[in-house]
């Protein structure tokens, strides 16, 4: 039935080169997609506000987007307005929080864990301001990412205003090394590789991971317009379907090795490579690893707590003035029941246990 | 208008500048990828900035605009101001526009189309180079073949050719490819 009734056949997916991409290259890879009926271009992109222009404007039918962005496209946060939505969450946590050698000497080489480094990170704020130094500043990668909320909530917690205390930029991924050695920045909350590539380059120090400060929290998701997922109801499903096989496929032992040499041969992240493949070992003891969830349990699900702390963090930090209707804005965005019904469709790899 | 450019191409740089110029438009600063743009935006404070679609920079601009609040900054320009066919034809010839909140969409419009025009235009400068560079390619190559083929097999110019011809039209590839197969083939003997 499925394959019969996908009006459209042949799909443009929009990706960035990061490590958390690795699901869509698992589909592809893996003929997940081929597998629903699919044939799947993925085109990888500089940029996430280009990535959404591109799938606004219909040049790309989906894209790989950070997690908040279709709800910013909803609030028309992001000045374009075109009405987004995802039905599967790609992966969760992912991102470290990095400084430079030289704040993290000023910090005394800090406990690798939240509470401690924001002490040592409000230590060194109010000695330099009492000194009349400049701010600090630290990178994140969009406006509308966890990351930019997740420095902030940590920021807050320990007792640092992100207006006031400190600068925030943004600053890509791919540049943030050398930004970072070259003074530009003092630190950022990127995702992996790029924590552990400063320290493996020696130009910075991991000093915490963001799933310490919120467990779980969604990160990448696969996001099409409203107009799109309305008129392509049966390739959306296939697409989710096929992609919740990949992530599902990601949570079996040993596969994300394998999955780590399909990016290194990909050659998308010039990043170095022992960090790409550390970002999807399966061993857990490093701490400040990403910790990527891809598919265990009901993960992949596009959860309405995550949705709702997305808002309640735009509004926080003055992204959108609007009081929206909560329920109807994540019902709209953030599409469980149509995560069912594909998820009904992912036959061909089994779901693993929750973790 | 005071306009930035954002673009790793110099040649089209020079292209889009000199047809700004020319519309009255002053180009204040030209910028690379790699060059820090924030600082550069805070220094110039541009009404406009026209960016390369893909640049990783776009990122960069867009928070800039998120915090507009205090002081003029550039912003997108998105479906409000102008029409979404715009906008896509912009974003196939490889060109964003970021401006500054508060310009209305009749001032903005001839920028984009001039930036529009003249990136589609370098955009095909290249491909006519790039098809000009095979040509000269496959007929070096194709005249190398037809001699290793004349040379190994004994036989004469014309059954060369007519040999590499119906190769070529076996595998459904074009005559240079084939002669260079043959000539990488060679050289492994």
């Known amino acids: ?355 | 208008m005071r306009v930035m450019l954002i673009d790793d191409d110099r040649d089209r740089v020079l292209m889009v500048e000199e047809a700004l110029q020319a519309g009255g438009h002053e180009v204040i600063g030209r910028f690379r990828d790699t060059d820090n743009i924030i600082s550069a935006v805070d220094a110039l404070q541009p009404d406009i900035v026209l960016i390369d679609v893909d640049s990783p920079n776009r990122d960069t601009l867009e928070y800039l605009g998120q915090i507009s609040r205090d002081r003029p900054r550039p912003i997108v320009l998105f479906a409000q101001t102008s029409g979404s066919e715009t906008i896509r034809r912009a974003m196939r010839a490889g060109v964003s526009a970021y401006v500054v909140d508060g310009l209305s969409a009749d001032r903005l419009q001839p920028v984009i189309e001039v930036a529009i025009a003249r990136f589609q235009e370098s955009q095909g400068l290249k491909q006519e180079l790039a098809k000009a560079k095979t040509k000269l390619a496959d007929r070096r190559d194709v005249e190398r073949a037809k001699g290793l083929l004349m040379q190994r097999k004994g036989v004469d110019e014309n059954t060369a050719h007519e040999t590499l011809r119906r190769m070529a039209m076996d595998r459904n590839i074009r005559l240079g490819e084939v002669a260079r197969s043959l000539i990488a083939a060679s050289e492994l003997l």
């Not at chain 1, 993960?299 to 995550?306: A, E, K, R, V, W």
Request: hydrophobic share 45%; with cysteine.
């Open chain 1, 1 to 355: 039935m499925k394959a019969a009734s996908i009006k459209r056949r042949h799909l443009r997916i929009g990706m960035l080169p990061l490590a958390d991409a690795v699901p869509l290259l698992v589909a592809r890879e893996l003929d997940f997609f081929c597998g629903q009926g699919l044939d799947v271009t993925l085109s990888v992109e500089a940029s996430w506000a280009g990535i959404r222009d591109k799938l606004a404007t219909g040049l790309i039918d989906a894209a790989q987007l950070l997690a908040p962005m279709p709800l910013a496209a909803n609030l028309g946060a992001d000045r374009l307005g075109v009405p987004m939505e995802t039905a599967l969450v790609l992966s969760r946590n992912g991102n470290s929080v990095t400084v430079s050698n030289e704040l993290h000497k000023e910090m005394c080489a800090p406990a690798t864990e939240p509470q401690a480094a924001g002490r040592a990170l409000r230590r060194v704020i109010e000695r330099e301001r009492a000194a009349g130094r400049p701010r600090r500043v630290f990178a994140h990668v969009f406006p509308f990412s966890s990351h930019h909320y997740l420095l902030r909530e940590w920021l807050h917690c320990s007792g640092i205003d992100a207006d006031l205390d400190v600068n925030l930029i943004v600053v890509p991924p791919s540049r943030v090394l050398q930004d970072l050695s070259a003074g530009r920045i003092d630190g950022y909350c990127v995702g992996a590789p790029w924590g552990m590539a400063a320290e493996i380059e020696g130009v910075g120090h991991r000093v915490l991971a963001t799933h310490m400060i919120r467990p779980g929290c969604a990160e990448k998701v696969l996001g099409v317009t409203h107009d799109w997922a309305t008129l392509n109801p049966a390739a959306h499903l296939a697409m989710v379907a096929a992609l919740i096989e990949a992530g599902r496929w990601l949570e079996q032992p040993g596969h994300r090795a394998q999955a780590a040499q399909m990016l290194v041969d990909a050659r998308l992240i010039h990043a170095p490579e022992s960090s790409v493949r550390a970002a999807l070992s399966d061993d857990s003891t490093d701490a400040l690893g990403p910790q990527f969830v891809f598919g265990a349990g009901e993960t992949l699900s596009p959860h309405h707590d995550d949705a709702r702390w997305f808002v309640q963090q735009m509004q926080r930090c003055a992204q959108t003035a609007k009081r929206p209707n909560l329920q109807g804005l994540v019902d709209s965005s953030f599409r469980l029941r149509l995560h069912g019904q594909a998820n009904a469709m992912a036959t061909s790899v089994s779901a693993p246990f929750a973790q």
